[in-house]
């Protein structure tokens, strides 16, 4: 008879991962608390889908582990109760990598900078291996690529959050980097500590024949990166002895040159940093530097992450939406030197805003909005507090010169007004395109 395992939560990740154990002999049991569209269809596939609630006779079967959604607290109730009854608790990360065993992972963590490093790795990866695919935090369920794949061999660019990792036992990367460490999900973690020690995860499970890239400029990795079970490349952006560093304007890692540091079209340092990172796992997982060197030359960047937007009566307008703290708030403010018109805002994440004061000769002026929107007073000198993301933009064109920026850049979460930071980022764009056309 078929081991039972329990999935609680029934988002892409969590319907990936239901079926993906289903075709592999698992007889599974899915739970969510809202509605599940795809109820029936699961059911015809063979999972037992329980949607509205979790019930109670769930607790009555003897699970070999349960899945559970990463956005899902530990201390939630059921996931509570099977964690204290010592029922194994992964995430869809740990139970894909299971099964799809022909998978070489290029795997990233941090706080900032995830998303950057892992598409430019993957766009890299695509150069030597057709079947590769980014995958995990970046919105594609690993669980998703193991159907897709089957037992074909990949490369996966792979983005894994703190709350991914902590549902991790056996897990293996080849390569991976913590990209940095700043406070971040405090409103889910029991603490910094916590959540900063989770973050390292992401090595455990190497060997000697693996590689972990080190960024040293970053204090706080330097802490807790101990006791590292494989080979360590060291990273800097400043330091030209480093095993990753730039040297008279060429990326090498141990010598080797890995691509021009002026080819590469992103603007700041830390997208510089980023882009090393990525290229140096990209080499370690095969790629050939002429490869690497074609990628960084055209890459235009990340949604939502300082995205050009458009330019209406000479102010140029950039969607930062992906600055979901105050650390990738400060890598954005840092990259224009003045005459930037901040709309931020969001849902309050508990973290110290005070840090942000540093750019108030940065900020023309600031347009705070949402629930977090009473703080910004403290922080710029030169602030409104509004109600919504529309009427900071509105407010912001009235004001901005010629030469001048408009920058959504929240430094905190969507989830007071907008679904996902990608909402907040799209409705953005869409406003602001409406106003352009306005005015043709």
Do not use: W
């Amino acid at each position: 008879m078929a081991a039972p395992v329990l999935v609680i939560g029934a988002a892409r990740s969590g319907i990936a991962g239901a079926r993906l154990l289903n075709q592999n002999g698992y007889d599974v049991i899915l739970t969510d608390m809202k509605e599940v569209p795809e109820k029936n269809e699961l059911e015809q596939e063979g999972i037992r889908v329980y949607d509205g609630g979790h019930p109670e006779f769930l607790k009555n079967t003897d699970y070999l582990f349960v899945v559970k959604n990463p956005g899902i607290p530990y201390r939630a109730p059921l996931v509570k109760y099977f964690v204290e009854a010592g029922v194994p608790v992964y995430t869809e990360i740990e139970t894909a990598y299971r099964i799809a065993k022909n998978l070489e992972y290029a795997a990233v963590t941090g706080t900032d900078g995830k998303t950057t490093i892992t598409t430019i790795l993957y766009e890299m990866l695509k150069k030597a291996d057709p079947n590769a695919r980014a995958a995990g935090n970046i919105g594609i369920p690993l669980s998703e690529c193991a159907l897709e794949l089957k037992d074909k061999p990949a490369k996966i660019a792979l983005e894994l959050s703190n709350f991914q990792l902590l549902g991790i036992d056996t897990f293996r990367p080849h390569v991976s980097v913590v990209s940095n460490l700043a406070p971040d999900h405090l409103d889910y973690m029991d603490s910094l500590d916590a959540y900063y020690a989770s973050k390292f995860r992401i090595y455990e499970n190497c060997t000697m024949d693996d590689y972990f890239i080190r960024n040293i400029d970053d204090e706080t990795i330097m802490q807790y990166a101990r006791n590292i079970p494989c080979q360590v490349i060291d990273f800097s952006l400043t330091n030209p002895d480093a095993d990753l560093c730039v040297k008279d304007g060429e990326v090498c890692l141990q010598g080797t040159r890995l691509f021009t540091a002026a080819d590469l079209k992103l603007v700041g340092d830390f997208n510089l940093g980023n882009a090393m990172m990525a290229a140096a796992m990209a080499y370690l997982m095969g790629v050939k530097q002429e490869d690497i060197e074609d990628v960084i030359q055209t890459f235009k960047g990340v949604e939502h992450r300082i995205e050009y937007v458009d330019t209406l009566n000479g102010v140029r307008i950039y969607n930062d939406s992906k600055a979901t703290n105050t650390h990738s708030a400060i890598a954005a403010l840092s990259s224009f030197k003045g005459g930037v018109h901040l709309l931020a805002g969001g849902k309050d994440k508990g973290i110290d805003y005070s840090v942000l004061k540093e750019y108030d000769s940065v900020i023309a002026k600031c347009y705070a909005f949402g629930q977090i929107g009473p703080k910004f007073p403290d922080i710029f000198s030169n602030t409104v507090v509004l109600e919504t993301m529309e009427e900071a933009l509105d407010a912001a064109l009235a004001n901005a010169r010629e030469g001048e920026v408009i920058l959504l850049c929240p430094a905190t979460s969507s989830f007071d007004q907008f679904k996902s930071y990608e909402q907040r980022g799209d409705i953005f764009k869409e406003l602001v395109a409406q106003r352009v056309n306005s005015q043709k």
